[in-house]
């Protein structure tokens, strides 16, 4: 929603409906396409991937510097809410790869729609 923040601001561009599965407290006058009787919902996320055979020191390494700015940096957690990000959250490896197996399916019923 950040992208298109402007647009909306000025009228530009009217949104009709969010993917996600609750509504966006920042933009909460805009309904999620499941309230309006879609049977579509996905959250965004924004995942890291490293080659195989990366050095798991420098994974770790990246890991952490990522869990500080999302968790502690007040300066981020500001700007990700002025694009209209309701709650960023860090997520390790383990974690990520479960969110990816997940997306496979909550994209799975837009086939229908191609």
């Known amino acids: ?9 000025s009228g ?11 509504r966006n407290k920042n933009i909460p006058d805009v309904p999620t396409l499941m309230e309006q009787g879609y049977d579509i919902a996905s959250n965004n996320y924004f995942v890291c991937l490293f080659p195989k055979g990366t050095d798991k020191a420098i994974i770790d390494q990246f890991n952490a510097y990522v869990q500080k700015i999302v968790e502690e940096n007040t300066e981020y ?5 002025d694009m209209y990000f309701q709650a960023p959250f860090y997520a390790d490896a383990e974690q990520s790869a479960s969110i990816l197996t997940g997306l496979y399916g909550d994209f ?6 191609f």
């Open 1 to 9: 929603m950040g992208a298109i923040k402007a647009y909306l601001a």
């Open 12 to 22: 530009d561009l009217i949104t009709l409906g969010t993917m996600v599965d609750e």
């Open 77 to 81: 957690q500001g700007k990700m809410k």
């Open 108 to 113: 799975a019923p837009l086939k229908k729609y």
